[in-house]
């Protein structure tokens, strides 16, 4: 039975983050959602669009360590829907709250400084789900639903991507979440299992080209961070890759950026000053990049080996898309939406005390069942190989 009157508290009032609190406002047994930032404008369009009296608004410094630790104490969850570099931060500040924690990830290695915390978080009884997204996240629930169904699971091939239903130059892309967790995808390494070994390759290549009915030709390729822990949960299969989809040629534009050294944080002289190429490069984007623009998100999950029936593959898809209704963006309802399912299992102590992972802390069905009811359908076929 779920457990009456929590208190759920939304760190960051961006897209995301708004989602999010959305979603709780409307979720049975939530008796107070909080959302705190310290960009008041932010706020504003949150309280604007939120009318219920459960929703609590407040103005914070996510950096200032004792404000965090007073306003985490309210409340019986929480979740952070800020840019990814302060997820360890808030991960310990949790534990010494006390209360639970999950956030949206975007680094492969805050994630495993997380994972770090595992005993002194079981120390203390506090729960922590890093990479509760889309992908990590959604994604990663998926290959835990299909794994019960395999007697040996070999392979397992994620593609996942976002993007606007009207692509337009320069990119074919629009800013859908932060556009520094977008570069961190294109610039960090990315693991993967070749061969029954784990390994490291670089972002953007393995590149592919991928198809979904009804839609123009598409590719795929490595990026950083959407595999999130299972190269190490399902490290005895032979094969393991997760890849982003974009419109064919928005690879090799990338790639060119890269090349000519704008994802660098090192700052270099220009006239009488410095400035960092990568922070040019995100405001760029922000002026270049269209965003909140009707989207489409697309998920194929192939997970593939021997089962009572023989060799077979199991093959998941998702496609969601903008609703008019809600003003909810596909990528909003896609990330927010698992998010918002994990902060309440935290808030209701479904999770043990712990760093955990998704897939192996989460109950999928039932995760996939809540999804449904808000309208996100993942649909399930069995393939012979």
């Known amino acids: 039975m779920q457990k009456r009157g929590t208190r759920i508290l939304v760190l960051g009032a961006g897209r995301i983050g708004a989602a999010i609190v959305y979603d709780l406002l409307r979720s049975r047994g939530v008796a107070q959602v909080g959302v705190a930032d310290k960009n008041r404008g932010a706020l504003a369009r949150v309280a604007r669009h939120s009318s219920a009296r459960r929703l609590a608004v407040h103005h914070l410094d996510s950096t200032n360590g004792k404000a965090v630790a007073r306003l985490l104490g309210r409340y019986d969850a929480v979740t952070s829907a800020l840019p990814y570099r302060q997820n360890l931060a808030l991960?310990?500040?949790?534990?010494?709250?006390?209360?639970?924690?999950?956030?949206?990830?975007?680094?492969?290695?805050?994630?495993?400084?997380?994972?770090?915390?595992?005993?002194?978080?079981?120390?203390?009884?506090?729960?922590?789900?890093?990479?509760?997204?889309?992908?990590?996240?959604?994604?990663?629930?998926?290959?835990?639903?299909?794994?019960?169904?395999?007697?040996?699971?070999?392979?397992?091939?994620?593609?996942?991507?976002?993007?606007?239903?009207?692509?337009?130059?320069?990119?074919?892309?629009?800013?859908?979440?932060?556009?520094?967790?977008?570069?961190?995808?294109?610039?960090?390494?990315?693991?993967?299992?070749?061969?029954?070994?784990?390994?490291?390759?670089?972002?953007?290549?393995?590149?592919?080209?991928?198809?979904?009915?009804?839609?123009?030709?598409?590719?795929?390729?490595?990026?950083?961070?959407?595999?999130?822990?299972?190269?190490?949960?399902?490290?005895?299969?032979?094969?393991?890759?997760?890849?982003?989809?974009?419109?064919?040629?928005?690879?090799?534009?990338?790639?060119?950026?890269?090349?000519?050294?704008?994802?660098?944080?090192?700052?270099?002289?220009?006239?009488?000053?410095?400035?960092?190429?990568?922070?040019?490069?995100?405001?760029?984007?922000?002026?270049?990049?269209?965003?909140?623009?009707?989207?489409?998100?697309?998920?194929?999950?192939?997970?593939?080996?021997?089962?009572p029936r023989g060799r077979r593959q199991l093959i998941y898809e998702m496609r969601d898309t903008y609703d008019r209704r809600s003003g909810l963006t596909a990528m909003m309802r896609t990330t927010a939406f698992p998010t918002s399912i994990a902060v309440q299992l935290l808030a209701r102590g479904e999770i043990p005390p712990g760093v955990h992972t998704l897939e192996q802390a989460v109950p999928a069905e039932e995760f996939l069942r809540e999804l449904r009811r808000r309208g996100v359908r993942v649909r399930r076929r069995w393939s012979q190989t």
Do not use: W
Request: proline fraction near 7%.
């Open 91 to 307: 991960a310990r500040a949790a534990i010494r709250a006390g209360v639970p924690f999950c956030d949206l990830g975007g680094s492969h290695e805050v994630r495993d400084a997380q994972q770090q915390l595992h005993q002194v978080a079981r120390r203390r009884g506090v729960a922590l789900l890093p990479d509760c997204g889309l992908a990590p996240g959604l994604s990663s629930v998926l290959v835990a639903h299909g794994a019960m169904a395999f007697t040996r699971l070999e392979r397992i091939h994620i593609c996942v991507g976002g993007l606007p239903q009207r692509p337009r130059p320069p990119l074919d892309y629009a800013l859908y979440f932060s556009p520094e967790g977008l570069i961190n995808e294109y610039a960090a390494p990315v693991e993967i299992i070749t061969g029954g070994r784990r390994r490291q390759v670089e972002p953007l290549t393995g590149l592919e080209a991928i198809r979904f009915r009804g839609l123009p030709p598409l590719e795929a390729f490595y990026t950083s961070g959407g595999s999130s822990t299972l190269p190490r949960t399902f490290r005895q299969v032979r094969e393991l890759h997760e890849k982003t989809i974009r419109y064919r040629g928005h690879c090799e534009k990338i790639r060119v950026l890269r090349a000519l050294g704008l994802f660098s944080s090192e700052t270099v002289r220009v006239g009488g000053g410095s400035v960092s190429p990568r922070q040019v490069l995100v405001r760029l984007l922000e002026q270049s990049l269209g965003s909140n623009e009707p989207d489409i998100v697309l998920v194929r999950a192939v997970l593939e080996g021997q089962t």
